[in-house]
């Protein structure tokens, strides 16, 4: 598994501010967040990505996964062929797509105009040779949909796991997603990238009402079991990445960073011991 960072909260950093925060930490490579304000930005991503691939290898790492805009879900827009293009040419082989909601036409209408999309975005990742990731996320009150396995699977089946991915979140799974061996089953066939946070969901007052939040905390001090979650990676020999996700949103960057190197820390501790308990067992 190659362990790389989510740049979304590395806000200000240059690329060369990103390779040493990568390099500080100790991480591989980036899942770099391409969205505007960034060093690369969606509208510039064939002249940005590329320098940026180039200038990451110089360094020793890589950029496995570029990370789009929430809203990049239609892939008949001039943007979509661009990103798609730029990637092939960066040698970035997974794009994270942004998130599709229910509409007022109801669940299953909005399964079947995503599913449209998705394959729209299926013959793009094929014609570049790369792949299309779709991340499970909860979605707080409103939801995605691709809250969790189950719903995910409903917009991906049948299309070709070679050019349509799974990035897999256990953390949002732990608020709206199935028992982690059921919900890593479900997704096995298409599973292509891992996500690493910790949540703890808590009441809070605002405007003088109690309201529902999630919190991102340490990884390993949440609601995530982070053991079973590591333990079925490697039952099923998951080789891809694995995105340190870093959504603190309440630190400056500085201690971000910090904050990651811990978390990075405490995953590959996990993965040393669950070898070490494989090979007690065998």
Known sequence: MELIVFTKHFTGRSIEGLIKDIKYVGAEGADLC?????????????ETLPSAAKRFQEAGLSIPIITTPGDFIDPEKPIAEKVFGACAQAGVGLIKLGYWMMGDEGYWK??????????GFSRLAKKYGVKACIHNHCG????????????????????????TGIFIDPAHLSISGEPLPMAFDIVKEYLSIVAVK??????????GKRRWQLRVIPVGTGYVDWPTAVKLL?????????????????????????????????????????????????
């Open 34 to 46: 391409v969205r505007p304000g960034y060093p690369v930005e969606p509208d510039t991503i064939l």
């Open 110 to 119: 909005s399964v079947e105009n995503a599913r449209r999309d998705l394959e």
């Open 140 to 163: 707080g009150d409103i939801g995605t949909m691709s809250l969790n396995s189950c719903s995910v699977m409903n917009l991906v089946k049948g299309l070709d796991p070679k050019y």
């Open 198 to 207: 910790d949540f703890v969901r808590e009441q809070v007052i605002k405007d």
């Open 234 to 282: 490697m039952e099923m020999k998951f080789n891809g990445p694995v995105s340190i996700h870093a959504e603190y949103n309440e630190l400056d960057v500085d201690d971000i960073v910090d904050q990651v190197k811990m978390d990075i820390r405490f995953f590959r501790k996990l993965v040393t011991e669950t070898q070490s308990q494989s090979k007690v067992n065998k």
